[in-house]
């Protein structure tokens, strides 16, 4: 069987288009699917198409979310619920088309050496500060992560059951699907695949969104900044182990005349909001530390639409 795992979050106007594309897909391929609709608790409008939907089709299973938790967590939440023995990972805003599925699943089933194969778009129909900003990320993947470099990131793809399950089995609080498949495997292939346009053209991401999610893929995956400020430090004290040592040099030659009190501030202050910054740092790795410490639930499911309680596999 084939599993299809869809975060959903204020897409009640297209979830309809959408189901109906894939059931149209899949019927077409001949072969059992299961839909999961995964609501990352974005209003009653939203789950209320997903109940209909899933009275609708019988492939398709809705998860209603008690409390938002985010595109990673959420598609998590799909991952540790799919049956499938390849299963299926796409967005909700139709940008990633349904028509292209035959085409990711043909790639992996074909070629045995592969845990995952992605949609690697052409033409991406994303803001130029959206587009900045994957870049970034995949920046960050190849040089924190090992993302390969001529790899194409994308949340549009298919994994196999195994890869699935060890991407389950990090029970870290802070997760991202890309790095976790990257910690996991190597064998990753690309296909080229059609990018949608947004039925609202807008993102649901935010400015502030997007940063949080680089600081979280940034601060999860190194101690690089750390090792700055330390670096920082360091460099400061040869400074001012030389600016001294100059000191010395001007009092013997010319006498104590150099005035010291712009100096002494600039440098006061320069110590002092590296001090603070530094503290800052210290607290958010702490803060992070005591989350994985604690391991707080990453979701908790409040109802369930589609398949019976009792075939749900999986926990949080």
Known sequence: MI?????????????????????????????????????????????????????????VQGLDLMFNTGQYRATLCGLQHARGRWIVTMDDDLQHQPEDLPRLLEALRGDPRLDCVMGRFADKRHSRFRRLS?????????????????????????????LAEAICAHGTAFPAIGPLIYRCTRRIGNVDVTHGERPDGRSSYTLLGLVRIVLDNFFNASTLPLRLVSGLGLATSLASFVLASYYVVRYFVRGFSVPGFATLVVLNLFLGGM??????????????????????????????????????????
Do not use: N
């Open 275 to 316: 001090i603070l910054f530094t503290v800052g740092l210290l607290g958010e790795y702490l803060s992070r530390l005591m989350q994985e410490v604690r391991r707080p639930p990453r979701w908790a499911i409040r109802q369930r639409a589609g398949r019976p309680d009792d075939d749900q596999p999986g926990e949080p």
């Open 134 to 162: 994957s870049d970034l990320v995949a920046w960050m993947y190849t040089h924190l992560y090992g993302k390969p470099r001529h790899l194409a990131q994308s949340s549009y793809r298919v994994l196999t059951r195994d």
């Open 3 to 59: 599993s299809i795992v869809i975060p959903c979050f204020r897409s009640a106007a297209w979830l309809p288009e959408l189901v109906a594309r894939i059931d149209r897909v899949m019927s077409e391929l001949g072969e059992p699917y299961e839909l999961l609709l995964v609501h990352d608790a974005s209003g009653e409008e939203t789950w209320r198409v997903i109940r209909e939907l899933a009275e609708a089709y019988p492939p």
